[in-house]
T-cell receptor, first 115, second 111 residues
Framework: DVKVTQSSRYLVKRTGEKVFLECVQDMDHENMFWYRQDPGLGLRLIYFSYDVKMKEKGDIPEGYSVSREKKERFSLILESASTNQTSMYLC??????????????FGPGTRLTVL | AQSVTQLGSHVSVSEGALVLLRCNYSSSVPPYLFWYVQYPNQGLQLLLKYTSAATLVKGINGFEAEFKKSETSFHLTKPSAHMSDAAEYFCAVARDYKLSFGAGTTVTVRA
């Protein structure tokens, strides 16, 4: 059974803290993604990685950075958490070969609250 | 720029009734379109996708969607709603290897 796992389901942090969200996939996928999900806004892409050590900004990268040192792991970093980063964060992965219509597989999400 | 618009943030249906979720796309090229479902406290999973092979696409759990170029639409339907269909549904369009999602439609099913 294919799987994308995220390190925490729920996380509470304080303003100014450095926050790490981890994502691991076991499908040997080349592409990995970080989204944030907010009511009424759907999912918005934060960052995308198409290979180890390669990354590309998404639609809302401000205040975030990412790291991909191994193919199966993609980390989202909030350098200095702020209250407006309180949200649900979803990780996804997909194959690169075959074209633009490859299915993305999602993790269960991390609900981050910044106080 | 490719984007999708979902009409209606909430839909309430009776068990056994038709489910109709609306999605319109904006794309300058033939689009790749998707419907994903998110059950409570879970990540998203793929319901179906349109890749230009056929305009009527069948997905999992009895859902289907029809691509209509003249209307720039990709509406999702299910003939008979089940209580287990209560979830949030997202329409999405491919932008290179990325997806651009609509705002989502929450479906509630009344017994």
């Amino acid at each position: 059974d294919v799987k994308v796992t995220q390190s925490s389901r729920y996380l509470v942090k304080r303003t100014g803290e450095k926050v790490f969200l981890e994502c691991v996939q076991d499908m040997d996928h080349e592409n990995m993604f970080w989204y944030r999900q907010d009511p009424g806004l759907g999912l918005r892409l934060i960052y995308f990685s198409y290979d180890v050590k390669m990354k590309e900004k998404g639609d809302i990268p401000e205040g975030y950075s990412v790291s991909r040192e191994k193919k199966e792991r993609f980390s989202l970093i909030l350098e200095s958490a702020s209250t407006n980063q309180t949200s649900m964060y979803l990780c996804a992965s997909s194959r690169a070969s075959g074209g633009y219509y490859n299915e993305q597989f999602f993790g269960p999400g991390t609900r981050l609250t910044v106080l | 720029a490719q984007s999708v618009t979902q009409l209606g943030s909430h839909v309430s249906v009776s068990e056994g009734a038709l489910v109709l979720l609306r999605c319109n796309y904006s794309s300058s090229v033939p689009p790749y379109l998707f419907w994903y479902v998110q059950y409570p406290n879970q990540g998203l999973q793929l319901l179906l996708k349109y890749t230009s092979a056929a305009t009527l696409v069948k997905g999992i759990n009895g859902f289907e969607a029809e691509f209509k170029k003249s209307e720039t639409s990709f509406h999702l339907t299910k003939p008979s709603a089940h209580m287990s269909d209560a979830a949030e549904y997202f329409c999405a369009v491919a932008r290179d290897y990325k997806l651009s999602f609509g705002a989502g439609t929450t479906v509630t099913v009344r017994a």
